[in-house]
């Protein structure tokens, strides 16, 4: 998967204004944006996903265009076929499972989920090992059961890219683990290319093959993972020491 951001945004409030300025590529399947909060990776998937619109600039998945200011392109969040997982996991509070992850491959003037929608739905909660909780609203669920589910509805469309803003951040450590090793699989299993946001040393090590680096709204770096991937830890641990020690000092999750 080639993935190539080249945009600029400012964003202006009364008290400060942010400039975000991103420019990266990547070749590979597991891309990981790493740095501190505020310093612009949220926005800039934001705008791969078509939820934020550049100023300037140009964004490419495969070989197609999304945005590219020069030439007036911009495709609609709906027709990018990129998926998106957010951080707190945007479930409808009002809805069930099944109709949260049918959500998406609802027409707006469907009452209720057509028999052929439903058949995919069956199939992916089956596949998330989630069936059982079918009937059950968010609020019913524990952290992992609400990632899974969100997980499933950002899939169900079958997208050519997948975003995830600090996908293990509400969990604890134990669970964060299992879901690494979740997530990995689910990758390999629906062939779909991941860029994962986080500001957690042992993410980079499980999904970066290639690894950005974010500071103060622009890329610091942009480099491929090592042939002795310990060096990915000391890099990043290096880079958030101050702030972030204790993440630092974490078991090594597998890789």
């Given amino acids: 998967m080639k993935l190539a951001v080249d945009i600029r945004k400012t964003l202006r409030s009364r008290a400060r204004e942010f400039q975000l300025h991103a420019t990266f590529a990547s070749a590979d399947d597991l891309t990981v944006i790493f740095g501190p909060s505020g310093s612009g990776k949220s926005l800039t998937i934001q705008s791969i996903a078509g939820l934020v619109g550049p100023d300037y600039g140009r964004i490419e998945v495969g070989d197609q265009p999304l945005f590219d200011h020069a030439t007036g392109v911009n495709l609609p ?54 069936a059982p909780l079918a009937g059950n609203r968010p609020h019913e669920l524990s952290g992992g059961q609400k990632q899974r589910v969100a997980l499933a509805r950002a899939l169900i469309r079958k997208p050519s890219l997948l975003l995830l803003d600090e996908p293990f ?87």
């Avoid at 879901?179 to 779909?192: A, D, H, I, N, Q």
């Avoid at 290319?193 to 499980?206: G, K």
């Fill in 77 to 130: 969040a709906r027709h990018r076929r990129v998926g998106y997982l957010f951080q707190d996991y945007a479930l409808f509070p009002h809805l069930t499972v099944r109709e949260n992850i049918a959500y998406p491959l609802k027409k707006p003037w469907q009452w209720g989920i057509p028999a052929a929608i439903r058949a995919e739905v069956e199939e992916i909660m089956a596949t998330f090992e989630i």
């Fill in 169 to 255: 951040s509400a969990l604890d450590a134990t669970l964060r683990q299992r879901m690494r090793l979740e997530l990995l699989e689910l990758r390999e299993r629906f062939g779909v290319p991941l860029v994962v946001i986080t500001h957690d040393p042992a993410d980079v090590e499980v999904f970066g093959d290639t690894l950005v680096i974010f500071e103060q709204g622009r890329v610091a770096e942009v480099s491929r993972r090592p042939a002795n991937s310990g060096g990915w830890r000391q890099k990043v641990c290096h880079l958030s020491r101050r702030k972030e020690q204790s993440r630092c000092r974490e078991t090594p999750a597998a890789g």
